[in-house]
């Protein structure tokens, strides 16, 4: 969800360590948000097993009643708002592209630390890869 | 609640994960760029544009992208989603190329080929870390005690446990 939506008014700003705290803050709310959203999911447990003994509404509710849930949840609001602001001073081809593809490789970081996934080489790999697909193909 | 493999049913939602996202916001964009220039001045505006078809469209697309993220992220590692999810865009742009017949420059064909390596080595790997038993019984503990209060109908007995021998 972070392609840039057209419609919006940019200006250009030159000065480079605004333009790396713009795009860090969103990089790091949308990473915090990805992380609380996943811890939850994982508090929570199987879905799709919630939704076959409770249905839909007690699935809706497991997910609704946690807070983990709810803190991703406004860091991911938090993230799209940042963005919207960073896409309003920088250069539309430049921040899209630039968090979309670094909160990759920091949900990679985030993950290993805070969720305890094991990010082995292949997944280390897959980060970096996609990050630098990510970044040419949205350029 | 360690799965190796993927059900067919668990494939369609991480597809659904990987076309919806892009497919959401193609239709937003194409949306907002029907409309006149929107400025904060004037929010009605914004409201306005939510009931658009291609704005609404790409709402409900995002909707069930977001339904479909978190449960994948429910039986799978946040670092096995989001590389599907990054796939997605892959899936746009072919279909663009092929459907729409829209030319690739060879920068983005050199990043369709980078996604589709990163994702191919991934999805190598087990979905979901495998987690300690006393882990797995914490939430088997919490899942009982939900279901005593009546939030839940039955314990959790569909974790697969793996007890120390």
């Given at each position: 969800?972070?392609?840039?939506?057209?419609?919006?008014?940019?200006?250009?700003?030159?000065?480079?360590?605004?333009?790396?705290?713009?795009?860090?803050?969103?990089?790091?709310?949308?990473?915090?948000?990805?992380?609380?959203?996943?811890?939850?999911?994982?508090?929570?447990?199987?879905?799709?097993?919630?939704?076959?003994?409770?249905?839909?509404?007690?699935?809706?509710?497991?997910?609704?009643?946690?807070?983990?849930?709810?803190?991703?949840?406004?860091?991911?609001?938090?993230?799209?708002?940042?963005?919207?602001?960073?896409?309003?001073?920088?250069?539309?081809?430049?921040?899209?592209?630039?968090?979309?593809?670094?909160?990759?490789?920091?949900?990679?970081?985030?993950?290993?630390?805070?969720?305890?996934?094991?990010?082995?080489?292949?997944?280390?790999?897959?980060?970096?890869?996609?990050?630098?697909?990510?970044?040419?193909l949205a350029h | 609640m360690v799965h190796h493999t993927l059900s067919p049913r668990q494939y369609l939602i991480l597809g659904l994960v990987a076309v919806s996202a892009p497919l959401g916001d193609s239709c937003l964009k194409r949306g907002m760029a029907a409309?006149?220039?929107?400025?904060?001045?004037?929010?009605?505006?914004?409201?306005?544009?939510?009931?658009?078809?291609?704005?609404?469209?790409?709402?409900?697309?995002?909707?069930?992208?977001?339904?479909?993220?978190?449960?994948?992220?429910?039986?799978?590692?946040?670092?096995?989603?989001?590389?599907?999810?990054?796939?997605?865009?892959?899936?746009?742009?072919?279909?663009?190329?092929?459907?729409?017949?829209?030319?690739?420059?060879?920068?983005?064909?050199?990043?369709?080929?980078?996604?589709?390596?990163?994702?191919?080595?991934?999805?190598?790997?087990?979905?979901?870390?495998?987690?300690?038993?006393?882990?797995?019984?914490?939430?088997?503990?919490?899942?009982?005690?939900?279901?005593?209060?009546?939030?839940?109908p039955e314990p959790a007995s569909h974790i697969d446990r793996e007890l120390p021998r």
């Open positions: 969800m972070t392609l840039p939506y057209p419609g919006f008014h940019f200006d250009l700003h030159h000065d480079s360590w605004v333009n790396a705290a713009m795009i860090a803050a969103v990089v790091l709310c949308s990473t915090a948000g990805e992380v609380l959203t996943a811890a939850a999911m994982k508090s929570i447990g199987d879905l799709d097993v919630i939704r076959a003994h409770s249905g839909l509404k007690g699935a809706i509710r497991a997910v609704l009643t946690c807070p983990l849930f709810l803190g991703g949840v406004s860091f991911l609001a938090l993230a799209f708002f940042s963005l919207l602001f960073a896409l309003n001073h920088l250069n539309l081809s430049l921040a899209g592209p630039a968090s979309a593809s670094l909160t990759l490789v920091t949900n990679a970081v985030a993950g290993k630390i805070f969720l305890k996934e094991n990010v082995d080489r292949r997944r280390w790999a897959a980060a970096v890869l996609v990050c630098v697909g990510v970044y040419l | 409309m006149p220039p929107i400025s904060l001045a004037h929010p009605g505006a914004l409201i306005a544009a939510v009931f658009t078809p291609w704005i609404a469209l790409g709402i409900v697309l995002l909707i069930g992208f977001f339904a479909s993220y978190l449960t994948a992220l429910s039986w799978a590692d946040l670092t096995f989603v989001l590389p599907a999810t990054a796939f997605g865009n892959v899936i746009i742009a072919l279909l663009s190329r092929f459907w729409l017949h829209e030319a690739i420059s060879l920068e983005r064909w050199a990043g369709i080929v980078l996604i589709t390596i990163g994702v191919g080595f991934v999805a190598q790997g087990p979905p979901m870390t495998k987690k300690p038993v006393h882990e797995i019984l914490e939430i088997e503990e919490r899942a009982i005690a939900a279901s005593a209060l009546g939030e839940w």
